[in-house]
């Protein structure tokens, strides 16, 4: 099956994936959605428009903990061994949310928090960041476990990727390569190399959040089978269009349209680097029938 059927619609739409799902909620003004789990799961909330109230139980070896508050408008808040959530429309204008869970928990480092009631919206930003890597400044992980991103992260990320070396920065929410859930964003500027690649063994979602980038899916000959240009959906406020999931073992490439992209990517842990195959295929050839092919769309 073509992996771009896998687009997300207008209204509630649910994409299951191989270790996690991803549920697109719109939720009028006072609307409520509630869920409960018989196991504790990882999942993040992800405002993409509107503002919505939280409340959340997780359950550890320390007892239960009440996780409470409200996120706003392009802000991205990840919870830990939850067992039951309750999400309601707080704004004047439909809230727009993704609920994203992992299908189990295997981080032994999450949810060590005491019993109790946390407010959620007064976390500390993940603007207080560690460096994967002292010399470039590419891979960044949240300091705190629980750490709140909002638009001067994203932000953050779109003004920093001009200084780096590769043309390329992410934060990295999970709290290490053994998560059982990796949620990932991104900003890439147009010098960045992004080859043709494939992994064996995980599916993954792309979600284009400003910008714009052609997916394009390669076949073994280096021929692509199909393409699809992805607007982001913080300036389009549209998520149909900047959203696609990539199945494993499927050959994809991504063309940097704008100057520079934000992106968020989710997946599953661990990470492997040799489950990861690069393609052999040529990418100026790509990327020369990609922008041809744009550049006709745009004479339409």
């Known amino acids: 099956m073509s992996s771009l059927t896998n687009q997300v619609s207008a209204e509630n739409s649910l994409v299951e994936s191989e270790g996690f799902s991803e549920l697109f909620l719109e939720l009028a003004p006072g609307e409520e959605y509630l869920t409960s789990s018989d196991s504790p799961l990882d999942l993040s909330l992800f405002v993409l428009s509107g503002g919505v109230s939280v409340k959340a139980k ?16 392009q802000e991205y ?11 309601k429309c707080n704004s ?5 949310v993704i609920l994203t ?17 946390i407010d959620i919206s007064v976390s500390q930003s993940a603007i207080t960041l560690s460096p994967q890597n002292d010399k470039s400044l590419e891979v960044l992980r949240s300091t705190e476990e629980d750490s709140l991103l909002g638009q001067r992260d994203f932000n953050f ?19 290490d390569d053994n998560s059982s859930l990796h949620e990932m964003f991104m900003s890439f500027d147009r010098r960045v190399n992004y080859p043709p690649m494939s992994h064996s063994d995980k599916d993954e979602t792309f979600l284009l959040l400003r910008g714009e980038v052609c997916y394009a899916e390669i076949a073994s000959d280096g021929e692509i089978t199909q393409m699809f240009f992805l607007r982001g959906c913080f300036e389009s406020r549209d998520w149909t269009t900047a959203y696609c999931k990539i199945p494993a073992r499927t050959t994809h490439y991504l063309e940097i349209i704008s100057n520079e992209i934000l992106a968020k990517e989710t997946t599953t ?9 690069i393609s052999a295929a040529n990418t100026k050839v ?10 006709k769309r745009l004479e339409k």
Do not use: W
């Open 58 to 73: 997780t359950l550890s070896r320390l007892g239960e903990t009440l996780f409470f508050g409200s996120l706003h408008e």
């Open 77 to 87: 808040k990840r919870l830990h061994s939850i067992i039951d959530i309750h999400i």
């Open 92 to 96: 004047n204008l439909f809230a727009r």
């Open 101 to 117: 869970r992992a299908s189990s928990t295997q981080n032994p480092r999450a949810n060590q928090h005491p019993p109790g009631a």
């Open 157 to 175: 990320l779109l003004k920093r990727v001009t200084d780096t070396p590769n043309g390329k920065i992410r934060i990295c929410t999970h709290a």
């Open 269 to 277: 842990g661990p990470f492997l680097p040799q489950m990861t195959q």
């Open 286 to 295: 790509l990327s020369t029938t990609i922008l041809e092919t744009y550049k």
